[in-house]
């Protein structure tokens, strides 16, 4: 089985807060960050450097790099408005399946889109590298 780096941890943990969101909101209180985007874009930096030597090829991984977290950001600002959202409807007893079914479509609403441009940004960075060197940076 293959080690998790710090760099995959990053870029892992944008699917998972949007799953564990969506199974606490109802009885937790929203995080203020999963991780620190400055450290996850010094990371990315940092890898981008230490693999690919043709400066105008680092350049472009950066800016991927840096949309891509924030998207992530975004994402994660987006389930914390969710998960205050879904907390205030939860401590309404009256609140009606409805109410959480409009809760749910307008995140899915918001969400798509993002999902989208992410997985943009991924297939843009992959279209930058090679097989090995895609290896090399999610190592």
Known sequence: MQKITKRNATFLSVLMPLILAFFVSCSSTP???LFEADDAGQDWN???DETIKEPERAAKLKQLGQQLIDMSSSIQ???A???QKA???NENYDATHEEFQRLMDELAE???PKYEKYRDIIFAMRSEVSADEWKA???
Do not use: E, P, S, Y
């Open 87 to 89: 907390m205030v409807l």
């Open 110 to 112: 918001i969400r798509q």
């Open 31 to 33: 995080t203020t960050g």
């Open 81 to 83: 408005d969710f998960n």
């Open 137 to 139: 940076l999610n190592k």
């Open 77 to 79: 600002q987006d389930i």
């Open 46 to 48: 940092a890898a981008v």
